[in-house]
């Protein structure tokens, strides 16, 4: 009788073993084969947090493709076309040529802070 | 009772071995499961946007490595790849500069069935990666020029299937990943069109694959307990669209197309 109980308790411990180890190894195939989208959405959220702290970052509002040499990219009215002056001069440089390109490191908004905005990122 | 014990535990074992044949996520002492500094981050981002821009790219495909290289199926390398595209970019304080923003489709957090397009910047594309490596292909001037011109379309957002899998069939509909979609991109912009039927068969026929070399226990186990996993879009075996299977394809049919890889 007592070695059926030691029995049924070491049946029902590998089983929930095998279940844990077939586990496991799922969730490293999705992270092994994921496109790393989700884990980049916890990273960006977190890593805003960190990177911000060290004062390095703009926060960029919006941003738009800026037109390559004789490319209609954007749709007239765009916010692009509206941009004016310094997105005509960009688009003015062909591809394949060295672009003029800013030394600040811009990270995206913090949730708290685009809430205040009047303007919202496209995304 | 005692056969019952001994067959259980030869099934255990079979079990045990069958999964650990597979992801090598045991192998873990190559480092590269580093976090970085802020500082590296920023300064690695960076080299990436001059890199670019030294090269007067205006778009190009951007892979990075979201997981160490030994936790990944053979054959696969990055984990994720989007678009990243030179903008003008306002920022909160009312400034405006020129620089690189990025085009992502990435999985909801707490749906990881479905995905979303989100637009963010290098510094937040590089902010988790598991090793400082970017994969980049630069395509010809004239597909930069009709990328651009999808990716400022609604013809960017139509291209989006927000049913995720993370071994998304490229030459099937149904599932989306990546991958994929940065496919159909650039085979819309290539083609002209958003006729996803037309894209598929443009894909099954002129790009090849990356199998999943996933034993197919662990494939099925995936499919059951996970919802990022699907094999609904598989008729056969599995296989998904890499960044070193779309570099394949470009530098192949697209004249004048780079691909280079960044380090610190």
Redesign the interface.
Known sequence: MR??KI?AA??CY??L??VS???N????????????????????A???H??A??G?????????????S??????LG?A?VQ?GG??MD?AS?????????????????PPN?ALQ?STT??? | MRKIITCFFSFWLVCSCALASGFSSASTGSGETRHFKAEEIISFSKKVEKTLASKGAHVAILARMGRPLSEMPPGMHFTHVAFIVYSQIQTADGRSFPGYSIYNLYQYDDRPDKSRLVQDYPVDFFSDVAAMEAGILIPSAELQQRILKVISSPAYQALHDPRYSVIANPYTEGRQNCTEFTLDVINSAIYQTTDIKQLKQVAKKYFIAQPVDVNPFKLMLGSIFSAEVATSDHPQKPETATFERISDYLLKYDEGAEALTIKP
């Open positions: 070695a059926k029995s070491l049946i590998l089983s073993w095998t180890v077939a586990a190894p799922v969730e490293h195939a999705e992270h092994a084969v994921q496109a790393g989208g989700r884990a980049s959405g916890n990273a960006s977190s890593a805003g960190s990177l702290a060290t390095q970052l703009a926060s960029g509002v919006i941003a738009i493709p800026i037109l390559a004789g490319v209609g990219a954007l749709s765009s692009a941009a310094s997105m960009s440089r062909p591809i394949g040529k060295p672009l003029p390109i800013t030394d600040e490191t811009v990270s995206i908004l802070k905005q990122p496209k995304n």
